[in-house]
C-alpha cells in the first residue's frame, strides 16, 4: 500500500478557510469509510481531529471539517487561527487491517 | 482518564535488539485494535504494526520478519520487540489505538554504530 499523497504545504491568513488534499493510488481513497486527519505540533503526538471521513472527536472545534469525492479526501480549516498552524496528516484504515498515512502537510498562517 | 505511555527507547547499534513497552491505563489492550507508528527525525507518520483484538498481528513490509508486537493483559501493556536494528529504524515510536483516539507521547529509538 502506497502512502496518501498531500501537497507538502498550504497557507492561509488569520480568519480564511484552507483544505488540504489526501490522493490516494488508483482513486482508492474512495473505496475507503475509515479516512482520519490528524494535526501534530512540534514535538507532540498527532492528535485526531477527523474520523471516519466527516466525524469529529469530543473537543475538536467545527472549524475542521472532512470530506471525500471520487478521487481525494479533504480536510477544510475554516476561520483559520494561529494554533492551527502545525502539520497534518491523513489516514485510512485498509481492509487487511493495515493504517496508511499521507505524506503530512505544513500549514502555516500567515 | 486515559493514558499511554511508552518506554524502552533508547541508543542501539545496527543488528541490535530492543523492547519497546506501552502501558495502557483507561481501558483494557486486549479489547482494542493498538498500532505502532513511528516517525523518522524530520519525516512524516509511519504505520508499523498492528494487533487485533483476537491476537493476529499484521505489519509494515519494511519490519516484517524483524519486529514483533504483543500484549500483555496482566500488566495491560503492548510491546514492540525489535531486532535487526538497522540505521533506518531511528524514530520516535508511539503506541496507538487503531482508531487514532489515543496516542502516547513517544520514545525515541536511534540506532548508529
Known amino acids: 500500500q502506497s502512502a496518501l499523497t498531500q501537497p507538502a504545504s498550504v497557507s492561509g491568513s488569520p480568519g480564511q478557510s484552507i483544505t488540504i488534499s489526501c490522493a490516494g493510488a488508483?482513486?482508492?481513497?474512495?473505496?475507503?469509510?475509515?479516512v482520519s486527519w490528524y494535526q501534530q505540533h512540534p514535538d507532540k503526538a498527532p492528535k485526531l481531529m477527523v474520523y471516519?471521513?466527516?466525524k469529529r472527536p469530543s473537543g475538536v472545534s467545527s472549524r475542521f471539517s472532512g470530506s471525500k469525492s471520487v478521487n481525494a479526501a479533504s480536510l477544510t480549516i475554516s476561520g483559520l487561527q494561529t494554533d492551527d498552524e502545525a502539520d497534518y496528516y491523513c489516514?485510512?484504515?485498509?481492509?487487511?487491517?493495515?493504517?496508511?498515512f499521507g505524506s503530512g502537510t505544513k500549514v502555516t498562517v500567515l | 482518564e486515559v493514558q499511554l505511555v511508552e518506554t524502552g527507547g533508547g541508543v542501539m547499534h545496527p543488528g541490535g535488539s530492543l523492547r519497546l513497552s506501552c502501558v495502557v491505563s483507561?481501558?483494557?489492550?486486549?479489547?482494542?485494535?493498538m498500532n505502532w507508528v513511528r516517525q523518522a527525525p524530520g519525516k512524516g507518520l509511519e504505520w508499523v504494526s498492528m494487533?487485533?483484538?483476537?491476537?493476529?498481528?499484521y505489519y509494515a513490509d519494511s519490519v516484517k520478519g524483524r519486529f514483533v508486537v504483543s500484549r500483555d493483559q496482566n500488566s495491560n501493556t503492548l510491546f514492540l520487540q525489535m531486532s535487526s536494528l538497522r540505521a533506518e529504524d531511528t524514530a520516535v515510536y508511539y503506541c496507538?489505538?487503531?482508531?487514532?483516539?489515543?496516542w502516547g507521547q513517544g520514545t525515541l529509538v536511534t540506532v548508529s554504530s
Open positions: 489516514s485510512v484504515f485498509t481492509d487487511n487491517y493495515i493504517t496508511v
Open positions: 471516519d471521513v466527516t
Open positions: 483507561g481501558f483494557t489492550v486486549n479489547t482494542n485494535y
Open positions: 488508483s482513486g482508492d481513497i474512495y473505496n475507503y469509510d475509515s
Open positions: 494487533i487485533h483484538r483476537d491476537g493476529n498481528t
Open positions: 496507538s489505538t487503531t482508531t487514532g483516539e489515543f
